[in-house]
């Protein structure tokens, strides 16, 4: 069983020769899959890396972690394969997108309102 924002047995499968490598030399790494663990529960909890659980390990070597990915492009190509998995199963189709207000806020001020004790003054200059 796994726990809030982790990955179960089948999603690793499906990502984890994206993020896993053989370690030539070094240190031992922590292991990818509780890395990546931990960079979900930050990304999905909204906590700061600080507040990161003990059971993931350091904060810093997570951050650090999500930090190599990211410059790496690791979670485009995570995003990637998932993407054609989904449409390989058919579960996604490419013709529907929904954008609502819950992603997308507008202001009044965005619809052309003049803002809050602001009135708009049009000035009509003579050019001789």
Not at 38 to 66: E, M, N
Not at 105 to 128: I, P
Request: charge should be positive; aromatic fraction near 10%.
């Amino acid at each position: 069983m796994t726990g809030r924002y982790e990955l179960d047995d089948r999603s690793w499968e499906l990502i984890s020769d994206l993020v896993s490598h053989r370690q030539q030399r070094g240190r031992h790494r922590k292991d990818d899959r509780l890395m990546l663990n931990g960079i979900f529960w930050v990304l999905c909890s909204g906590a700061k890396w600080r507040d990161l659980p003990d059971h993931f390990g350091a904060w810093q070597t997570v951050y650090h972690r999500f930090r190599t990915w990211r410059d790496r492009s690791l979670f485009t190509a995570l995003l990637k394969r998932l993407h054609l998995t989904l449409r390989q199963d058919g579960r996604i189709d490419l013709n529907t997108w929904m954008v609502d207000s819950s992603s997308i806020r507008a202001t009044h001020a965005a619809s052309g309102a003049a803002k809050k004790g602001v009135t708009k003054r049009w000035d009509v200059v003579a050019v001789a």
